[in-house]
């Protein structure tokens, strides 16, 4: 161990292997902790541009053209907040190129969440071997320092893991992706209506006046005209 600097001496590999999965899982928290924090922040900015253009639909006063501008707002949208549904429909469209999601910092997170307490419980394992590994080459305990250095090093492998799966566990916690993926769903498909409506150049609320109406007038028209027919006869 004397390559270990003496500040850090009480140190040992696996300590140091422990202490890199917590600098790492810090890392990843705290891109996970800025990455949704911006995604949020986005989120609440597209909601305002949303509602915009739709009441600017309603008003009408939308351009017979597609604003290319906003078409390029509205697909970034949907580039930064990935939905399986309203990805599958653009892309039947080909309005959205091929693209899957990332999600290698969740899986490395979820891995460093459950990284260290194995390597606790294999520092524990390996500690209490190592004492009596030590009592079976010497074949007696003379004293109970004997056991200080393994049980010392079982115990700070399983404190150092601990501690850094209930921080990564904490930090998972604290940003739940399934409520901002929903939100963010919500707002695709709310935003694809508008984008659908601005591509075939009619406002949303045009869309009810398109539908067949019902047909009062033409039955009430030939009842009428049968009725004549069969006073003539």
């Excluded at 305990?141 to 492998?157: H, W």
């Amino acid at each position: 161990m004397n390559w270990i600097p003496p500040v850090l001496s009480p140190l040992d590999p696996t300590m140091l292997l422990l202490l890199t999965c917590w600098i790492l899982a810090v890392s990843l928290a705290l891109h996970r902790a800025t990455r949704y924090s911006a995604q949020r922040r986005d989120l609440r900015r597209r909601h305002v541009e949303v509602e915009q253009v739709e009441r600017a639909a309603r008003s009408g006063s939308l351009p017979l053209r597609i604003n290319d501008a906003l078409v390029e707002s509205l697909c970034r949208l949907i580039r930064d907040h990935p939905s399986a549904r309203a990805l599958e429909r653009f892309h039947e469209r080909r309005i959205l190129p091929e693209r899957r999601p990332d999600k290698w910092n969740d899986r490395a997170l979820l891995a460093l969440v459950q990284i260290p307490p194995l390597l606790g419980l294999i520092g524990t394992v390996v500690g209490i071997l190592f004492a009596f590994a030590g009592l079976a080459e010497r074949e007696q305990m003379t004293t109970l320092k004997d056991l200080a250095g393994p049980v010392s090093l079982a115990l700070r492998t399983t404190l150092y893991g601990a501690i850094c799966s209930v921080f990564c566990i904490a930090i998972r916690a604290s940003f739940p992706t399934a409520d901002l993926q929903k939100e963010a769903d919500r707002l695709i498909l709310h935003t694809w209506e508008i984008l659908r409506a601005l591509i075939y150049k009619q406002p949303p609320e045009k869309r009810k006046a398109t539908q067949p109406r019902k047909p009062q007038a033409a039955t009430a028209a030939v009842v009428e005209k049968k009725e004549q027919e069969n006073e003539t006869t």
